[in-house]
């Protein structure tokens, strides 16, 4: 039988600062390459997605993503075999985007939006982290990101945050906080709490972690 893989899971809302703190992590586990599990790989096709009142595209709700294909890769994954996933880059036509091979690990690290609404993603975690900072500087690193890199008008950003993202945090997201194992702290603490929480993972993986 093939031993279970130490599966972290990291949530927080959107501008958190997620892939960041993932790819500090994935950097520490020295000898390990972990596994890295992205659900924003799973988005259905821009029109199989919702629309809201005004004729907007609401990319920032739990149907937004192939709930089963994620879990089952997700299960796939965590019981020692590769998976096959298309990496998801934003306005991207489906056949434009990369096939990638997640190769099994003693690691495994999701991260998401929805780590802990999705019952059976959450149960396959050993340990949670939930990215919490300020939701000002959420906004601004959403607007930075959506300026440069798609091309968005300010003023669709503030809308799609007061009409999705906002009311997705608030009803998806959030409301989870205290499920989760650790709550990173990503401002002027951000330093402190990764040494709490990289000495928390060597402990409990019983790993060389390397800061």
Known sequence: ????????????????????????LSESFGGVTPSVFSMDNYYHPIEMQAIDQNGKVNFDL?????????????????????????????????NKNVLLTIQPSEVVIVEGLF??????????????????????????????????????KRSEIIYQWDNHVMPCYQNFIEPYINQAHFVFRNDQHADEDFIQLFHKLSSLTKMELQT
């Open 62 to 94: 739990p149907g937004a993503l192939d709930q089963r294909k994620l879990e089952a890769d997700l299960h796939e994954l965590v019981s020692g075999n590769p998976i096959e996933v298309k990496e998801y880059f934003f306005n991207a036509p489906p």
């Open 115 to 152: 780590l802990f609404h999705y019952e059976k993603v959450f149960e396959k975690l050993d340990f949670s982290i939930f990215v919490d900072v300020d939701h000002q500087t959420q906004l601004d690193r959403r607007i930075y990101r959506d300026q440069e890199t798609r091309g968005y």
């Open 1 to 24: 039988m093939k031993k279970k893989p130490f599966v972290v899971g990291i949530c927080g809302g959107s501008g958190a600062g997620k892939t960041t703190l993932l790819r500090r």
